[in-house]
């Protein structure tokens, strides 16, 4: 299709270097340096508050930086107004004109643009096209579910074959059930556009199933960017390990024991660690509950596990998730669930014994 090859062709990278900005004394975005790549599909991925949508905003030209520049394929365009800057952006509440046709409203920034009558009649059916939508053409926005209206919105944007696509948590509107359905039409069509697309939202899952890679921010900083696995496997930081599913955090001492390594947590109990992996003073064993095995032995002079007791436990259909009491302090198990296996139950004495691999030591 026509659209397909003109966004494939212009799809660019986009570079933000050395961005700050406030409003007032509230530092937002701070020394922020950040590229993705041309047709990448790429998050921008925290809390509310964290930042996230102003630095979309930022590179869409409705918010302006103190210090930086934003450069999208090549092209400085930090002093251009948003609608010269060859960029489409999908709003959290889709801004669709209730008045107007669906049709018309996919229209809206071509006839802006001058285009001939009989371009624009091209380019809208192509874009409602490409989202399921020519059969809807003449129905107004009120008439059209959420997930519709959604599409509407993507398509609007499409048309104008933008050089790169923004969304601004575009699902946030939908229940649970629509958005599954609709990250994935997402997905599907960003493929096949091969447009350059930066995402915001604050879920986890979302950016974790749809994007190439993701930016997790924090109070104005970002804190690592990775494709999802190697955030989750190898996280940066604690804030990162917490945010990006459960991770159990410890807290503890490396010390000397029997002329081996050991961490020992808050109530003295022991787990061995390997001589060269790097533990600075007061950083954090980090690891995931399903990374962990639990054994109903306790460990032998308490070095060869974390001996505990079981606290809790849950059935989630594929896993059963326990918590262990380690003294002060309690760690969550993830054991898959084998149909005629017996479980652990609450108060048995158990050992958590992990891999020295899945080990990892994180500061703040």
């Known amino acids: 299709m026509a659209i397909e090859a003109a966004t494939r062709a212009k799809a660019a990278s986009v570079l933000v270097e050395d961005v700050n900005l406030s409003y007032g004394a509230t530092h937002v975005l701070k020394s922020i340096n950040l590229e993705v790549r041309p047709g990448e599909f790429f998050a921008f991925l925290g809390p509310s508050g964290c930042g996230k949508t102003t630095l979309l905003r930022l590179i869409a030209g409705f918010n302006v930086a ?25 709003f959290q509440s889709y801004a669709l004109w209730p008045h107007m046709t669906v049709a018309k409203n996919v229209a809206f920034g071509l ?7 009989a371009e624009i009649d091209r380019r809208v059916k192509a874009a409602l096209e490409l989202v399921g939508l020519a059969h809807l053409a003449e129905r107004r926005p009120s008439q059209l579910s959420g997930g519709q209206q ?34 994935r039409e997402l997905r599907d069509l960003q493929q096949r556009l091969g447009l350059t697309t930066i995402f915001v939202t604050h879920d986890q899952e979302e950016a974790n199933t749809i994007c190439d890679r993701i930016a997790v921010m924090n109070d104005g900083v970002i804190q690592q960017v990775g494709t999802p696995m190697e955030l989750y496997e190898r996280p940066a930081n604690l804030f990162v390990a917490g945010f990006l599913g459960a991770a159990n955090i ?115």
């Open 66 to 90: 103190q210090s930086g520049r934003v450069m999208v394929g090549g092209d400085d365009i930090s002093g251009l107004p948003p609608w010269k800057r060859d960029v489409g952006m999908v």
């Open 111 to 117: 006839e802006e643009r001058k285009l001939p009558k």
């Open 150 to 183: 959604q599409r509407v919105a993507v398509a609007r944007t499409v048309v104008i074959e933008p050089k790169v696509l923004l969304l601004d948590e575009p699902l946030s509107n939908l229940d649970a059930k629509m958005r599954v359905q609709v990250r």
């Open 250 to 364: 410890l807290e503890g001492d490396v010390r000397s024991h029997g002329g081996n390594r050991v961490f020992e947590i808050k109530g003295g109990t022991r787990l061995p660690i390997p001589k060269a992996l790097p533990a600075d003073p007061g950083a954090r064993l980090v690891f995931r509950p399903q990374y962990a095995e639990l054994n109903r032995a306790k460990a032998a002079d308490d070095v060869d596990g974390l001996t505990g007791t079981v606290s809790h436990r849950e059935f989630l259909g594929a896993a059963v998730r326990y918590s262990v009491a380690l003294g002060t302090s309690e760690v969550t198990v993830e054991a898959p669930f084998r149909s005629g296996a017996s479980l652990i139950e609450v108060g048995e004495l158990v050992t958590v014994f992990l891999a020295p691999a899945r080990m990892q030591f994180l500061a703040s």
